[in-house]
């Protein structure tokens, strides 16, 4: 069983390296075979945005090109390969970069040109070879000068498990968590919710089954009115391929994605080819199937088979039958989910010379509770992605023949006896609770009911077995204090604190843990019109004030720095303030805020780097990248404010749904005294639950179809706040324009002194189609409307 490491951690996450898990889990029975990094070692490459391509002057196989990487100015790569255009965006490997093999990117020239970097292909930074000849392109959203190991999410590793034939539960990721859970004690948490996805439209397609000793549950449903040309996200695709599967369409993909989640085969045929009912029988002698692969097999009676009225279609529990395959045309879809006996699929794939992952787990043994659960996580994904109306279930299970689930006495005796070391009992009962049992306590110990999907539990050994595994057979000789693990649960829709604080900390910030207690004047200075509480028996006079902002200790922290000739100060803090209000118990309103100060040169001391100070941009894009961590960046404005703390020309308010959620600019100059600092500080404060809160982003799929771009050039008076004419721009409803871009911003020669001109560029594109030049100028002749009528802005 292959699977992605980071795949796992989303169902259970113990504080353990990649090391670490991987011994543990083959401590517990569960050999590693392999570990293998999903990248080759690399540091300093990020996303690329080709600007130009020029042909080189003296080679004719090379090319001049200007890359955007995210770093103020462009800088000018020489590349050989064949699919670099502009506007693409590409892995580029920056001066100062170390590829795998300890290969260095230094600054060079290539017949006479200088080249300032490197564009990679896959197999260059360790990827597994894309089948591209050149570089490895990106999607068109990628953003510019992000790091490619946490776009691509490299920093993962492919884990292969050995699993003894026993361990059946195990052949997927929920059951790999559920004893990563088990012996870590880390939190289990299921990455999804489970939906009832069955509609109120009947399914019309008739099921028979004629051998319910070997095939006890089978459910089915039709799916309709789905967008055939959906394709399966990049996230899915990323995570079949670290678990040993190729993607081959959205369909196979879904099924495949839910046999390495949760462990249950499923098949998928084109409804508009099955003829008649479909039928679960055993095959006649000589019938013959054309599987997936194209291989023709004659089939015996003693094989199980998915039949409809022209024949065999499927091999039951090991492939389906090219005749009924889904393909690209495929409008009507009809799903089945299928619990097999291990008896009735053992030894049929080596019958017909086919392993398949479907055939491996079947005969090894199948949760005959999990079919409805993997059926409805199955339609979940793909309405997600590609739509459709789902059918009502078709269900037949024979209760009969379904697996008995065991019971068996565990005696506390016996554990003793068998491993040498006592065990309390709570931890007898919390190892088979995390593992999935149920125990009922009693006299002699305990009755232990074993899950549906542990087929290897029969006697009370297999009992003893499972406590000296996950107890560990390394402890057995000891007696140590265990304490169980406890790791907070992080909703999907909420960003963790120490996320935030890290992406500070890369930008070069430190964190710093403040005083709540202020000193009065300086609190009254810095935040005048908020109320604030007075301790009644303060520390010192100078912390008697409770602070209502957290900008007075960043800068007693930031002058303390200075006055140690530290130059260059970069300090964040996350911690409470308090506002006065009578009406709380408490005698204030305690609000976590988020804040940071700058001062000093905007890059550590350098012979390749600029000397210039930090400005309000600077700020402005640490901000943003807190902003975007939570996917909240969208929908932010940034407002002209007059904050008494801030300049009143470099200052802004963050506003969301109409709501001020932090402020940011330079610290007032009049302040800059009275504060204790020098220089020309930048400031910003945040709410936490603002940056806490995140959009929980979904997959899109992305356009085949050509990217048009128009740039124009709006002349407004210069008062106007550029934010405003991009709102009036978006103002222009439409589904092909996809983003609004300003990349030039001009005063000078041909424009009057009350004016500026904004040039903004236009990303034009259809989802399903290529864009007629009349819906364009359409599109344009709209927006230069709505840009008059709203800002007075004349295109120049």
Same mark, same amino acid.
């Given at each position: 069983?292959?699977?992605?490491?980071?795949?796992?951690?989303?169902?259970?996450?113990?504080?353990?390296?990649?090391?670490?898990?991987?011994?543990?889990?083959?401590?517990?029975?569960?050999?590693?075979?392999?570990?293998?990094?999903?990248?080759?070692?690399?540091?300093?490459? #990020?996303?690329?945005?080709?600007?130009?391509?020029?042909?080189?002057?003296? !080679?004719?196989?090379?090319?001049?090109?200007?890359?955007?990487?995210?770093?103020?100015?462009?800088?000018?790569?020489?590349?050989?390969?064949?699919?670099?255009?502009?506007?693409?965006?590409?892995?580029?490997?920056?001066?100062?970069?170390?590829?795998?093999?300890?290969?260095?990117?230094?600054?060079?020239?290539?017949?006479?040109?200088?080249?300032?970097?490197?564009?990679?292909?896959?197999?260059?930074?360790?990827?597994?070879?894309?089948?591209?000849?050149?570089?490895?392109?990106?999607?068109t959203d990628a953003p510019i000068g992000m790091d490619i190991r946490e776009y691509l999410d490299l920093n993962d590793s492919s884990i292969d498990v050995d699993l003894t034939p026993n361990r059946a539960d195990c052949f997927s990721v929920l059951g790999l968590a559920r004893d990563v859970h088990a012996i870590s004690g880390a939190q289990f948490t299921q990455p999804f919710e489970d939906k009832d996805m069955a509609g109120t439209v009947a399914c019309t397609q008739k099921v028979v089954v004629s051998e319910p000793q070997a095939c006890p549950k089978y459910l089915g449903c039709m799916v309709t009115n789905f967008d055939n040309n959906a394709k399966t996200p990049a996230w899915m695709v990323q995570k079949l391929q670290r678990s040993g599967l190729r993607s081959l369409s959205l369909v196979v993909d879904i099924t495949n994605y839910v046999l390495l989640e949760l462990g249950q085969p499923m098949h998928a045929f084109d409804l508009d080819k099955l003829k008649g009912d479909v039928q679960v029988r055993m095959a006649k002698a000589g019938e013959q199937l054309t599987t997936l692969d194209e291989k023709e097999i004659t089939l015996a009676d003693n094989t199980l088979v998915i039949a409809d009225d022209n024949g065999a279609i499927a091999l039951a529990g090991i492939m389906g039958g090219l005749s009924t395959s889904v393909t690209d045309s495929t409008s009507q879809i009809f799903f089945e989910c299928a619990h097999f006996s291990r008896l009735a699929i053992t030894g049929k794939a080596r019958q017909y010379g086919l392993h398949t992952d479907s055939s491996m787990r079947f005969e090894r043994g199948v949760d005959p509770?999990?079919?409805?659960?993997?059926?409805?996580?199955?339609?979940?994904?793909?309405?997600?992605?590609?739509?459709?109306?789902?059918?009502?279930?078709?269900?037949?299970?024979?209760?009969?023949?379904?697996?008995?689930?065991?019971?068996?006495?565990?005696?506390?005796?016996?554990?003793?006896?068998?491993?040498?070391?006592?065990?309390?009992?709570?931890?007898?009962?919390?190892?088979?609770?995390?593992?999935?049992?149920?125990?009922?306590?009693?006299?002699?110990?305990?009755?232990?009911?074993?899950?549906?999907?542990?087929?290897?539990?029969?006697?009370?050994?297999?009992?003893?077995?499972?406590?000296?595994?996950?107890?560990?057979?390394?402890?057995?000789?000891?007696?140590?204090?265990?304490?169980?693990?406890?790791?907070?649960?992080?909703?999907?829709?909420?960003?963790?604190?120490?996320?935030?604080?890290?992406?500070?900390?890369?930008?070069?910030?430190?964190? #710093?843990?403040?005083?709540?207690?202020? !000193?009065?004047?300086?609190?009254?200075?810095?935040?005048?019109?908020?109320?604030?509480?007075?301790?009644?028996?303060?520390?010192?006079?100078?912390?008697?004030?409770?602070?209502?902002?957290?900008?007075?200790?960043?800068?007693?922290?930031?002058?303390?720095?200075?006055?140690?000739?530290?130059?260059?100060?970069?300090?964040?803090? !996350?911690?409470?303030?308090?506002?006065?209000?009578?009406?709380?118990?408490?005698?204030?309103?305690?609000?976590?805020?988020?804040?940071?100060?700058?001062?000093?040169?905007?890059?550590?001391?350098?012979?390749?780097?600029?000397?210039?100070?930090?400005?309000?941009?600077?700020?402005?894009?640490?901000?943003?990248?807190?902003?975007?961590?939570?996917?909240?960046?969208?929908?932010?404005?940034?407002?002209?404010?007059?904050?008494?703390?801030?300049?009143?020309?470099?200052?802004?308010?963050?506003?969301?749904?109409?709501?001020?959620?932090?402020?940011?600019?330079?610290?007032?100059?009049?302040?800059?005294?009275?504060?204790?600092?020098?220089?020309?500080?930048?400031?910003?404060?945040?709410?936490?639950?603002?940056?806490?809160?995140?959009?929980?982003?979904?997959?899109?799929?992305?356009?085949?179809?050509?990217?048009?771009?128009?740039?124009?050039?709006?002349?407004?008076?210069?008062?106007?706040?550029?934010?405003?004419?991009?709102?009036?721009?978006?103002?222009?409803?439409?589904?092909?324009?996809?983003?609004?871009?300003?990349?030039?911003?001009?005063?000078?020669?041909?424009?009057? !002194?009350?004016?500026?001109?904004?040039?903004?560029?236009?990303?034009?594109?259809?989802?399903?189609?290529?864009?007629?030049?009349?819906?364009?100028?359409?599109?344009?002749?709209?927006?230069?409307?709505?840009?008059?009528?709203?800002?007075?802005?004349?295109?120049?």
């Open positions: 069983m292959k699977f992605s490491e980071n795949w796992l951690r989303e169902w259970t996450n113990p504080n353990w390296d990649t090391n670490t898990l991987s011994e543990e889990l083959s401590l517990a029975g569960l050999e590693v075979d392999d570990v293998e990094p999903v990248a080759g070692q690399f540091t300093n490459v #990020v996303v690329g945005h080709v600007l130009s391509v020029e042909k080189h002057p003296d !080679a004719d196989k090379l090319n001049v090109t200007q890359v955007d990487v995210g770093d103020e100015e462009p800088v000018q790569i020489v590349c050989g390969a064949k699919n670099v255009v502009a506007g693409m965006k590409a892995c580029c490997a920056k001066v100062g970069a170390v590829l795998p093999g300890d290969f260095k990117i230094k600054k060079a020239k290539l017949r006479g040109v200088p080249s300032h970097g490197m564009l990679c292909g896959a197999t260059e930074i360790g990827l597994p070879d894309d089948g591209v000849d050149g570089l490895h392109v990106l999607p509770m999990l079919p409805e659960r993997a059926l409805n996580r199955a339609l979940q994904l793909f309405t997600e992605i590609a739509g459709g109306v789902v059918s009502t279930f078709t269900s037949i299970i024979s209760e009969d023949n379904l697996p008995e689930i065991a019971k068996i006495q565990l005696r506390r005796e016996t554990i003793a006896n068998r491993l040498g070391v006592e065990v309390a009992d709570k931890q007898v009962e919390q190892i088979f609770t995390g593992l999935g049992f149920t125990i009922e306590v009693n006299d002699s110990g305990w009755l232990v009911t074993a899950p549906s999907f542990r087929f290897d539990m029969a006697i009370e050994m297999d009992l003893i077995e499972e406590i000296g595994r996950v107890y560990g057979y390394n402890n057995l000789p000891e007696t140590p204090v265990m304490a169980p693990m406890t790791l907070n649960e992080l909703d999907e829709s909420e960003q963790s604190l120490s996320a935030l604080k890290n992406a500070l900390v890369q930008r070069g910030y430190n964190e #710093v843990v403040t005083y709540s207690f202020v !000193a009065e004047d300086k609190q009254q200075a810095i935040a005048p019109d908020l109320p604030h509480v007075l301790l009644k028996n303060p520390i010192s006079d100078d912390m008697k004030a409770m602070r209502t902002t957290l900008f007075p200790g960043l800068l007693q922290t930031m002058g303390y720095n200075q006055n140690r000739q530290q130059s260059r100060v970069r300090l964040f803090e !996350a911690g409470l303030v308090f506002y006065k209000n009578e009406q709380d118990p408490t005698g204030a309103t305690q609000i976590p805020m988020f804040a940071g100060a700058v001062v000093g040169s905007a890059h550590k001391s350098g012979w390749d780097m600029d000397s210039r100070n930090v400005d309000f941009y600077d700020l402005k894009g640490d901000v943003e990248n807190l902003l975007s961590m939570s996917h909240q960046l969208d929908n932010v404005r940034f407002e002209a404010c007059n904050n008494p703390a801030l300049h009143p020309g470099q200052s802004a308010s963050l506003i969301k749904e109409g709501q001020e959620i932090g402020v940011m600019g330079q610290l007032h100059p009049q302040l800059v005294k009275t504060m204790g600092v020098s220089g020309t500080v930048y400031m910003f404060q945040i709410r936490q639950d603002a940056l806490m809160t995140m959009n929980v982003p979904s997959a899109l799929p992305i356009s085949k179809f050509p990217e048009t771009q128009r740039d124009l050039a709006f002349v407004v008076e210069e008062s106007l706040p550029v934010q405003k004419l991009i709102d009036a721009v978006t103002a222009v409803q439409s589904d092909i324009l996809q983003s609004v871009e300003i990349f030039d911003i001009y005063r000078g020669q041909g424009i009057e !002194a009350t004016q500026k001109s904004v040039a903004i560029a236009l990303k034009i594109q259809h989802q399903e189609r290529t864009l007629q030049d009349e819906e364009v100028e359409s599109l344009v002749n709209e927006i230069l409307a709505s840009a008059k009528k709203s800002v007075n802005a004349e295109l120049r």
